[in-house]
């Protein structure tokens, strides 16, 4: 299995562009995060979603921010428009979920570093 | 709402030094705790699945233990290496998925 993938690696736009992020999640995982981590505030939660459907958005810091999950395979990640203090990298991760057992592993792609100018 | 903490943030140890890292949830009511590496630039590489009914969980030189009652887990390192050195990271999944302590920061000296 090629792992949770990733594109762009880098993104480099200016303030007030629209951002698209992408993620290929694991084959046969039903949960997909994504996250944002930056020095200040670590690995923070912007969004979860569970067979395909956002369960938590509560993350997410403002209308700017959108994600979509239209199947099993593949997720994005919207910001638009696009802000200098978006500037962070971001982590898409994948996992199985057990019912009341939460999460049985997650792993994390290689991340997308976002730099707004 | 969750919090978690790693102390400290910052180790240097010289190599082959056993080492312990610590993390505190505050939440006691999780359903797994999960300890992660990250390289600079890079992303997480997991190391340890621990689930809310185990005790501890080994993996080569690493073994890591929680304690859901006090809202603890430690990360042990066995006679550690340069090739350690990383931010290790402690997440809990709980009333809301994983949340991350802001890691320790490792440096093994050679």
């Known amino acids: 299995d090629a792992g949770v993938i990733q594109s762009p690696r880098h993104e480099v736009t200016e303030m007030g562009q629209e951002v698209t992020l992408r993620c290929k999640p694991i084959?046969?995982?039903?949960?997909l995060f994504w996250y944002r981590q930056t020095m200040m505030r670590g690995l923070e939660l912007l969004i979860y979603f569970n067979n395909n459907v956002p369960i938590d958005d509560s993350g997410m810091p403002e209308d700017r921010f959108s994600a979509k999950m239209p199947n099993a395979s593949f997720s994005t990640l919207k910001i638009q428009p696009s802000e200098p203090r978006d500037s962070a990298v971001y982590f898409c991760?994948?996992?199985?979920?057990?019912?009341?057992?939460?999460?049985?592993?997650?792993?994390f792609g290689s991340g997308t570093r976002l730099t707004v100018v | 709402k969750q919090e978690v903490t790693q102390i400290p943030a910052a180790l240097s140890v010289p190599e082959g030094e056993n080492l312990v890292l610590n993390c505190s949830f505050t939440?006691?009511?999780?359903?797994?705790l999960q300890w992660f590496r990250q390289d600079p630039g890079k992303g997480l590489t997991s190391l340890l699945l621990?689930?809310?009914?185990?005790r501890e969980q080994t993996s080569g030189r690493l073994n890591a233990s929680l304690d859901k009652s006090s809202g603890r887990s430690t990360l042990y390192i066995a006679a550690s290496q340069p090739g350690d050195s990383a931010t290790y990271l402690c997440a809990v999944w709980g009333n809301t998925p994983l949340v991350f302590g802001k890691g320790t920061r490792l440096s093994v000296i050679a």
């Open positions: 991760a994948s996992g199985l979920t057990g019912g009341a057992s939460g999460v049985y592993g997650y792993t």
């Open positions: 084959s046969g995982h039903n949960s």
């Open positions: 621990i689930q809310s009914s185990q």
């Open positions: 939440d006691s009511a999780i359903y797994n």
